[in-house]
């Protein structure tokens, strides 16, 4: 606990040293990354040796403000979920010198909110009152709030970080209820003497789930996330995206524990967001032009993958097989590491792409794996990873659901079970087609602009990160087997017992194994062939010639599949769902000038369910403007008349 107490002070630390070196951005940078990377380092050290020992530790200390305590507990399950922030943040911090080096503004600012929200998500993590929480999240949410709107200049990015603060504050006015709630009954705000009050569980739970839900990103609680993602540099998005939303999934695991044994129909609600966010996610995502906005999708995706882990694994729990709970939460929190990982990759290769080729528009990118070939590289690996192909490490969490899955189709709560196979099973071939569209149109062809054209890979700062990541991918679906075997402390809380967890897990991890040695065997055999066929070559004169050009003398690059035409067949099939707009413009006449075909796709939530609620709200507020005439006086009377009703109230 000391050292991740320690790395909280640092990263606050980095973040106020960083404040007075407003005048040089170079040393802001160094100072604000490595203050990240060495409380990173220091918490991660901490979480290490919590997970080794088994022991939790805890610090709890007078705190003067009412119902609030400082009261911070680092166990398992806490240790579990710092690792990859603490490793993702030191990692994007790296990146974040390269990413923004050039840049003439001040970075002062930049680094103090990067370096508070990695505090501030840490101590979400550890602490144990329900006022410290709220006020962590609260700093949370206002720090990559101005992480997002970095770029205030564009109207596009103000737009967005508005939509975040809406969206994080609306959550967060349920999980204030809901600590109310659960203070009042047991009369402190610490969580070791929670206790939900008789008929009231479910009710907290639906609390925890839309307050902790709007910051995981569970539709239709998502909207904010493609908004506010591809607003921000592209190291903020691999932080919110990999790891910031993962403490909506924390929250969740964390009140799951709290409020004890669970109701079947909780598991239930769980497992059918889950299924509704995998499956919307990744269609919306296919539909997606804007290269982060398809990441960002893609995190509404798996954050539907992480839940119907969870659901599963309530559900085992709630009908006593511990195998079915213990498989379902092994999934759910392998995965949270596991997207942390590739999500965050995916995200600093698009940061890499936009560094070079100056666009995020898929369709104006391509060719780009000859200029820069170890992004391209470490794209694919983590775009195979996201797509759940074994032996990398998103197979291994995938594999866990299914299992808990198939464990439960025999058992009382089949219908879940079977939904949730189709639904994998659906969102895994959508989720291939999505990323063979983003490789294939960004980094194989030809370039489509001057500027993919000089296009080449970032400098050594961008580049460490990136490669770390990738090995990562490899690093954890080679050990699957052996990390997953190791979590039975971090379960045995989720679970409610220790008995059956251990045997599950042994069970379904040589089964594991078995797939993942396989998969090693079919890449090992890939490239030996790819020597062989090179060694073969060798001797040989190979020469170069065009592909057919279908009788085009002149063929150009915008004769190549674009993503719009590439998508089209899957778009038009969910067309009752994604409404998208086409934009055609034929060819005409036997030498046509030119032809086009653009697609755009909103998000039919926003559309059809926020937007009219907000501007419905909007136009009620605007009729209230004359409570607000510009006097002084006035507002002085609102305030004392505020008072005195709540005197009243109070005396009454």
């Known amino acids: 606990m000391s050292l991740i107490i320690a790395a909280i002070l640092v990263f606050a630390a980095a973040g106020l040293a960083a404040l007075p070196l407003r005048r040089s951005p170079k040393n802001a940078s160094l100072v604000g990354a490595c203050g990240a990377v060495i409380g990173a380092v220091l918490g991660i050290g901490g979480a290490c040796g919590i997970l080794f020992s088994g022991a939790a530790e805890q610090i709890r200390l007078n705190w003067a403000v009412p119902g609030g305590s400082f009261y911070c507990e680092a166990d398992a399950i806490s240790a579990f979920f710092l690792l990859p922030v603490l490793g993702l943040v030191a ?10 080096h050039g840049r003439e503004r001040s970075l002062a600012g930049h680094w103090f909110f990067y370096n508070v929200l990695a505090a501030s998500m840490a101590l979400v993590i550890i602490a144990r009152n329900g ?23 564009h109207e596009r990015v103000r737009r967005a970080g508005w939509t975040y603060l809406v969206a994080t504050h609306l959550g967060t006015a349920f999980l204030f209820v809901m600590f109310v709630m659960l203070g009042n009954a047991s009369g402190s705000m610490d969580f070791d003497k929670f206790s939900a009050p008789a008929g009231t569980a479910g009710i907290l739970f639906v609390l925890a789930l839309i307050g902790f839900g709007t910051k995981a990103g569970l539709v239709p609680l998502h909207v904010w996330l493609p908004e506010a993602h591809p607003a921000a540099p592209s190291h903020v998005s691999a932080v919110m995206s990999g790891v910031m939303i993962k403490t909506g999934i924390y929250g969740i695991v964390r009140m799951l524990v709290v409020l004890g044994a669970p109701a079947p129909w909780w598991g239930g609600v769980l497992v059918a967001m889950g ?13 997606q032009h ?10 509404v995706e798996n954050i539907g993958i992480i839940t119907m882990g969870l659901g599963l694994g309530v559900l085992g729990r709630a009908t006593n097989s511990p195998a079915i709970a213990a498989l379902g939460f092994a999934g759910a929190l392998l995965h949270t590491i596991n997207h942390a990982v590739f999500k965050g990759l995916l995200f600093l290769g698009a940061g890499s792409v936009q560094h070079a080729a100056h666009t995020l528009d898929i369709e104006r990118l391509g060719g780009l794996m000859k200029r820069m070939p170890l992004t391209g590289l470490t794209f694919l690996i983590a775009a195979a990873a996201i797509c759940g192909l074994p032996p990398l490490n998103g197979f291994a969490s995938e594999f866990l659901v299914y299992m808990s899955s198939l464990s439960a189709v025999s058992g009382s709560h089949a219908g879940a079970a079977v939904g949730a196979i189709a639904a994998l099973a659906l969102i895994g071939g959508l989720a ?23 296009a080449h890979d970032p400098s050594l700062s961008m580049r460490v990160p990136m490669v770390t990541l990738a090995a990562l991918c490899v690093v954890i679906g080679a050990t699957a087997p052996l990390i997953v075997s190791a979590m039975a402390p971090v379960l045995e809380p989720l679970c409610g017992t220790r008995a059956g967890v251990d045997a599950a897990l042994i069970q379904t991890t040589i089964s594991m194994a078995w797939v993942v040695i396989g998969g090693f ?17 060798r001797s040989r004169e190979v020469g170069e010639t065009g592909t057919w050009d279908c009788g085009y003398a002149r063929p150009t690059a915008r004769m190549q599949y674009s993503a719009s035409s590439f998508a089209q067949p899957i778009t038009d099939f969910f067309q009752s769902v994604l409404r998208t707009r086409k934009h055609i413009n034929r060819p005409k006449g036997l030498f046509p000038a030119g032809a086009s ?3 755009h796709t909103d998000d039919t939530f926003t559309e059809g369910i926020w937007r ?7 136009r009620m507020f605007a009729r209230l403007h004359w409570l607000q005439a510009g006097s002084v006086h006035l507002y002085i009377l609102y305030i004392a008349i505020t008072l005195i009703v709540l005197l009243i109230w109070k005396l009454a």
């Open 91 to 100: 990692l994007a911090a790296v990146y974040g010198v390269g990413y923004l």
């Open 612 to 618: 009219p609620i907000f501007c419905g709200f909007g």
């Open 131 to 153: 006022v410290l929480f709220i006020s962590a999240w609260e700093v949370m949410s206002v720090a990559s709030f101005f992480l997002v709107t970095i770029d205030d200049e």
């Open 432 to 454: 291939a087609a999505c990323f063979t569209k983003a490789f294939g149109i960004v980094f194989l062809g030809e370039p489509r602009t001057e500027s993919g054209a000089g």
């Open 275 to 287: 299924i509704a966010s995998g499956i919307l996610g990744v269609m919306f995502a296919l539909a």
């Open 521 to 537: 065997i079919l890449v090992a055999v890939a490239i030996a062939l790819a020597l062989y066929r090179r060694r073969l070559l």
């Open 290 to 299: 804007d290269l982060k906005r398809l990441l960002a999708y893609h995190s």
């Open 597 to 599: 075909l653009k697609t």
